[in-house]
């Protein structure tokens, strides 16, 4: 693998964790009274597509962009949530002691 694929891995896990590392709207703004459940799903919506929008401009660095399916959309997704595992539980199993 190319070292823009282990950067698209490694920043894919950085940004699947992201949400649930701070009590803040997109790591920046301050929220009253906490995130909501929603709050997670649009963070997570946003770093997927910051982390395709990067890929697409990494791969259109490299050469070809290859014309993807709605299957490789929807395996990256799966993906970037199987990478929020660790997040996950650090932050609603691990955290209420």
């Given at each position: 693998?190319?070292?823009?694929?282990?950067?698209?891995?490694?920043?894919?896990?950085?940004?699947?964790?992201?949400?649930?590392?701070?009590?803040?709207f997109?790591?920046?703004?301050?929220?009253?009274?906490?995130?909501?459940?929603?709050?997670?799903l649009?963070?997570?919506?946003?770093?997927y597509?910051?982390?395709?929008?990067?890929?697409?401009?990494?791969?259109?660095?490299?050469?070809?962009?290859?014309?993807?399916?709605?299957?490789?959309?929807?395996?990256?997704?799966?993906?970037?949530?199987?990478?929020?595992?660790?997040?996950?539980?650090?932050?609603?199993?691990?955290?209420?002691?």
């Amino acid at each position: 693998m190319s070292i823009a694929g282990w950067f698209i891995v490694t920043l894919a896990l950085f940004l699947a964790n992201l949400p649930f590392a701070a009590n803040r709207f997109l790591s920046v703004i301050p929220l009253r009274q906490g995130k909501k459940p929603w709050f997670y799903l649009a963070e997570f919506a946003v770093a997927y597509v910051a982390l395709t929008a990067i890929a697409y401009t990494l791969e259109r660095q490299e050469g070809t962009v290859f014309s993807q399916g709605w299957q490789f959309y929807a395996i990256t997704m799966l993906l970037l949530i199987v990478f929020s595992f660790p997040g996950f539980v650090y932050r609603f199993l691990l955290r209420q002691r």
